[in-house]
């Protein structure tokens, strides 16, 4: 299935995706896809409600804003350096552990929201991800039980300040966390329903021109991996969501480095997991 959760910032109603393509309403259902609904088991149960109602849901009009596709979301925990040649545009050595650091849930937003720049910050940078949604809770697992702990994938676009990230001291966290820094969706797709993600084109291009153009296939850690060594630190509970790093294309890999500007556009896919549109937008000074 592909769930989407549709309606103004903070009032999203949950849906899916028909075989059609067209968007239908589910609330009839569940108020949400929230932490409850994933942890019973909601994925299933829906999917069972589905097959019952022969399709006589109601539509959304596919011109209603996307919101991100979990609600309320507890930990956004991000793997970095996990592309071998985006370590090396970035200098750095490929880790032998995984590099984790968390970005703040007050950063999500819809696919297709605007980015607005952060004010004092001038390096706003770009990373399209595969972002991993957690559908029960584990906690210790292992790599052979990790994927039973996954309610599916989406897409993310890791958005980094880094004149906040690389250049003050501290953690990454705070060039990670800005408002609109982590657009997810536009949806969350069931495993059942994505094939091998270990095989997935992913790109994102700004204005018109393709920046990053890569695969999952090279991921250094791979999902079921990530999953079993984070739960090892953490409890991963439903709605977490692992981002599990970028390929190279990144602005601060460019030469010059480019990074982004009022006006600017960023359109960023991953097959099977749609298309994310972010126009740029100046800070807000209010």
């Not at 790599?143 to 953690?171: I, K, P, T, W």
Request: one cysteine or more.
């Amino acid at each position: 299935m592909k769930l989407i959760r549709f309606g103004a910032p903070q009032q999203e109603k949950p849906g899916v995706v028909a075989g059609d393509g067209s968007w239908r309403d589910v609330s009839a259902f569940t108020s949400d896809y929230t932490t409850d609904f994933l942890e019973s088991d909601g994925v299933a149960r829906l999917s069972d409600w589905l097959a019952g109602q022969g399709g006589a849901l109601p539509e959304v009009p596919q011109s209603t804003r996307l919101g991100p596709p979990v609600a309320h979301t507890g930990k956004i925990v991000c793997v970095g350096l996990n592309f071998v040649d985006h370590a090396a545009e970035a200098g750095m050595d490929l880790p032998e552990e995984p590099v984790l650091f968390f970005k703040a849930t007050s950063a999500i937003c819809g696919p297709d929201d605007g980015l607005v720049l952060p004010r004092g910050g001038d390096k706003t940078d770009w990373e399209v991800e595969l972002a991993v949604v957690i559908g029960s809770t584990a906690s210790y697992v292992n790599e052979a039980e990790a994927m039973r702990h996954v309610a599916g994938f989406c897409l993310h676009n890791d958005y980094s300040e880094r004149a906040f990230q690389l250049e003050r001291s501290g953690q990454w966290v705070k060039g990670k966390s800005c408002d609109s820094f982590a657009p997810l969706g536009p949806w969350l797709v069931t495993q059942d329903e994505i094939g091998d993600h270990n095989e997935l084109a992913m790109w994102l291009k700004v204005n018109g021109e393709m920046k990053q153009d890569s695969s999952t296939a090279k991921l250094a850690f791979k999902v079921p991996h990530l999953v079993s060594y984070i739960s090892q630190f953490m409890t991963l509970q439903p709605g977490d969501v692992i981002s599990t790093g970028t390929p190279p294309g990144v602005g601060m890999g460019q030469d010059p480095p480019q990074y982004l500007r009022a006006g600017d556009v960023v359109e960023l896919g991953i097959d099977g997991l749609g298309v994310q549109r972010q126009e740029v937008r100046a800070p807000d000074e209010s």
